[in-house]
């Protein structure tokens, strides 16, 4: 199911998800995810979220997850729709944007307000929509 011109839902629910509930496995997700995926994507290219749709070497954990799934933090913002975790051939040019207070602004302007410590996701950027009371971006 498409849900952008640029993605499809099976892009942000694990495949067993999308078996069990098609395209109800939107109730999964939350729009302010959509939005900052559809602003990174227009920013930086390609991103990549899940690709199972497509690939056999696969990415099925990068948008929600399953109250039981065992991937992550238990209280992951994932568990409840509003976190992705983003790959791209530009990583690092990424990377380098997160850490520029111009871009930081940008992101809050599409609904970001949490990044995982870049250092410790190597070859992704974990992106969080959940509210904060902050008016900057919280990097933990
Ligand atoms: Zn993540």
């Known amino acids: 199911m498409r849900i952008h011109k640029y993605f499809r839902l099976e ?3 694990p495949q067993e998800i999308f078996k069990k509930y098609g395209d109800n496995s939107i ?3 939350s729009n302010e995810v959509i939005e ?3 602003f990174l994507r227009e ?8 690709n199972w749709l497509w690939e056999d070497i696969n990415f099925n954990y990068s948008g929600f997850r399953a109250s039981d799934c065992k991937i992550g933090a238990k209280e992951s913002d994932h568990k409840r729709g509003v976190a992705i975790d983003i790959k791209s051939d530009r990583l690092a040019d990424i990377k380098h944007c997160v850490t520029t207070e111009i871009f930081q ?3 809050l ?3 970001c307000n949490y990044i995982e410590n870049i250092e410790k996701t190597p070859s992704w950027i974990h992106f969080s929509c959940a509210l904060s009371n902050s008016n900057k971006i919280i990097f933990y």
């Open 43 to 50: 920013r930086f290219g390609q991103i990549i979220i899940n």
């Open 27 to 29: 109730r999964f997700i």
């Open 105 to 107: 602004y940008a992101l």
């Open 36 to 38: 900052l995926a559809v």
């Open 109 to 111: 302007e599409n609904g």
């Open 11 to 13: 892009e942000f629910v």
